[in-house]
């Protein structure tokens, strides 16, 4: 099955922005959602956002005005791009599949950490 990567995390100062990558191993124009979640110490994992092809984003209340999704097949990846970092957006950030709509969310890759600090 198609695998996932995640890649761009790191540590950033309150404020600031970073994007991360999602990257697809295959194809992923059949799939039909992608998301971005993220867990932190603690606490359990939550969704950030979703795009549903072709390209529909979804953010849950508490995540919208901050954070950006989009997904470029071309690229065979999708983007979450973050302004305005707080501390508590510190966790591991994950992206999963959904290949169906209604479908189970299938994957969980290796995530990439994301520390807001000063």
């Known amino acids: 099955q198609v695998q996932l990567v995640e890649s761009g995390g790191g540590l950033v100062c309150p404020g600031g922005s970073l994007r991360l990558t999602c990257k697809a191993s295959?194809?992923?124009?059949?799939?039909?959602?992608i998301g971005w979640y993220r867990q932190a110490p603690g606490k359990q994992r939550e969704l950030v956002a979703s795009v549903a092809r072709p390209n529909n984003p979804y953010y849950p209340n508490a995540m919208k005005g901050r954070f950006t999704i989009s997904r470029d097949n071309s690229e065979n990846s999708v983007y979450l791009q973050m302004s305005r970092l707080r501390p508590e957006d510190t966790a591991v950030y994950y992206c999963?599949?959904?290949?169906?709509?209604?479908?189970?969310?299938?994957?969980w890759g290796q995530g990439t950490q994301v520390t807001v600090s000063s």
């Open positions: 999963n599949k959904q290949n169906q709509p209604r479908g189970p969310w299938d994957y």
């Open positions: 295959g194809n992923i124009d059949s799939i039909w959602a």
